[in-house]
């Protein structure tokens, strides 16, 4: 049995596939098997998907949190800095 896949609709996520019908009740495991292949396939590609912005986001909460460190870390710097004016300077 052979599945021709034509089109790729992504507004609607959705393939168009032709198929002889006879072919197709004759043979029932393959297109389980060709359906749980897919569903296997978009599992993983959503799994991966989701990884990479779950990484993405530890990454940005990590330069946020240095980024935080640093500005603290600057106004201490401020409110500890002692200015001395020399004589004449004024």
Known sequence: MVLDIDDWNEDHNTIMIEFNA???????????????????????????KYRELAEDKLEQNDNHA?????????????????????????
């Open 66 to 90: 240095k980024l935080r460190a640093s500005v603290s870390l600057a106004k201490d710097g401020i409110k500890n800095m002692q200015a001395t004016i020399k004589e004449g300077q004024i």
């Open 22 to 48: 006879r072919e197709l009740f004759t043979d029932l495991p393959s297109l389980f098997r060709f359906c749980k292949k897919a569903i296997e396939e978009e599992d993983e590609s959503n799994r991966k």
